[in-house]
Nanobody, 120 residues
Framework: QVYLVESGGGLVQPGGSLRLSCVASGSIFVINDMGWYRQAPGKQRESVAAITSRGQTNYVDSVKGRFTISRDNAKRTVYLQMNSLNPEDTAVYYC??????????????WGQGTQVTVSS
């Protein structure tokens, strides 16, 4: 079994910041790309940011310059630093990772999601 567990969500005022974390655990052989998606009420899930095992990153246009994705391979953790938050960032944020598990199966795994609410 492989598990992804997010933390760090919550309620923040417009202009504020939050840092999301996601730790991978379980029967892991190799972790490849990691990333964050979000889903707002009534909207489709969208990719927010992604990072390769070598640290290459990409972002959706709406968060460029405000969000930063990073990872600590030793800790099997991916982070999303979110600054200058606005109400349009309100969503459930999901961590995802492409993982080669101990059975040598390459699969995409998802966390359970963490709520981020931006409101005054």
């Amino acid at each position: 079994q492989v598990y992804l567990v997010e933390s760090g969500g919550g309620l923040v005022q417009p202009g504020g910041s939050l840092r999301l974390s996601c730790v991978a655990s379980g029967s892991i052989f190799v972790i490849n790309d990691m990333g964050w998606y979000r889903q707002a009420p009534g909207k489709q899930r969208e990719s927010v940011a992604a990072i390769t095992s070598r640290g290459q990153t990409n972002y959706v246009d709406s968060v460029k310059g405000r969000f930063t994705i990073s990872r600590d391979n030793a800790k099997r953790t991916v982070y999303l630093q979110m600054n200058s938050l606005n109400p349009e960032d309100t969503a459930v944020y999901y961590c995802t990772a492409s993982i080669l598990n101990s059975d040598y199966q390459l699969r995409d795994y998802w966390g359970q999601g963490t709520q981020v609410t931006v409101s005054s």
